[in-house]
């Protein structure tokens, strides 16, 4: 690994162990193996939702419609499969497919239609809320079958289950990022569309299918989600939209796109799924968390766009010290 290059998601791990340590002076016990299995097992949810989001930060995007994605999938997961293990044969299957396809949705509108990402997302995110509001009368009630139950907080010879998938999906996404030439199209729109276009780079089918990972990812997530709730209920993937870009952000990536990998995602899952263990112990509300969330977004994005205007700054000198070719 080049240790410039990859420097911010080693900050992203140092300040990981760093507040695991002072958490675990401020809380004792924090270290012991049964809470570091819940911490993980809690973080997971987060890295699965931030996946996607992840890949479309990356591609220069944003993805507002993660929190109704997944509390779709999740309400009508367990109204459709009514607390049955064997409906899920064909629930699962079309939930991703119908997430997948919200997601395609966004990228299209971005890429084809030119609608800013924050309000197409956006835009759908409301259409969901309003969509699952009508569909439920504002009372889902059934609960999350076994199977769905199992995923979320069953084990395979005392390893969490959720997190062997979680495992799988990052290795999945780094695959995607590091070796395939949707990954390096990725990091080409996000630094610049325009010359990644120029460039031979298909941006259209690269901001498309980040869009349609997002969308997937988020109604895996809703479904897990539910598991370890046991019900699903409205309003639960609300706390998933600031936590799943400030994952990406505390990880490395520029907000802006074109920088960033999802192994320094994980290590943002981490560290706001510790942020949330550490309030408790410190006796403040969930109030603090938000505040973190905004600063964390807040100073990511005004670095991203400092780095963004040296460079612009930079372009032009560079030309001219160039000067004509001959």
């Known amino acids: 690994m080049n240790i410039r290059r990859h420097r911010a998601i080693l900050l992203a791990y140092l300040g990981m162990i760093v507040l695991l340590l002072l958490t675990s002076v401020v809380a004792p016990g924090f270290l012991s193996a049964t809470h570091l299995r819940s911490t993980v097992v809690l973080a997971a949810f987060i890295g699965i939702v931030a996946l996607g989001q992840t890949f479309v930060i990356i591609g220069g995007g944003i993805d507002l419609s993660v929190p109704w994605v997944l509390n779709s999938a999740a309400v009508l997961m367990t109204l459709l499969a009514a607390s049955q293990d064997a409906p899920l044969l064909w629930i699962v299957p079309m939930l991703l497919a119908a997430g997948a396809l919200v997601g395609m949705v966004n990228g299209l509108g971005v890429a084809i239609f030119g609608v800013p990402p924050i309000i197409m997302t956006l835009a759908v995110n409301v259409i969901l809320q309003g969509g699952i509001l009508v569909y439920t009368g504002g009372a889902p009630t059934s609960t999350a079958p076994k199977a769905i139950q199992f995923l979320a907080v069953g084990r395979i010879a005392g390893f969490p289950v959720v997190l062997i998938l979680w495992i799988a999906l990052a290795a999945i996404a780094t695959i995607l990022l590091s070796k395939t030439a949707f990954g390096r199209h990725l990091y080409a729109v996000g630094t610049s569309a325009t010359v990644a276009e120029f460039s031979g780079v298909p941006t259209l089918r690269t901001t498309v299918l980040a869009y349609t990972l997002s969308g997937f990812t988020a109604a895996l997530a ?82 991203a766009s400092e780095a963004l205007s040296g460079l612009s700054a930079f372009l032009p000198r560079f030309g001219r010290s160039r000067g004509p070719s001959a």
């Open 222 to 303: 809703g479904m897990l989600l539910t598991g370890y709730t046991a019900q699903a209920y409205l309003g639960m993937g609300d706390p998933y939209l600031f936590t799943s870009i400030a994952a990406v952000a505390i990880g490395g990536a520029s907000i802006l796109g074109g920088s960033g990998h999802y192994i320094g995602t994980i290590a943002g899952a981490l560290v706001l799924t510790i942020l949330t263990g550490l309030l408790p112990a410190l006796n403040l509300s969930s109030g603090a968390l938000l505040i973190v969330y905004g600063v964390v977004i807040l100073v990511t994005v005004s670095l």
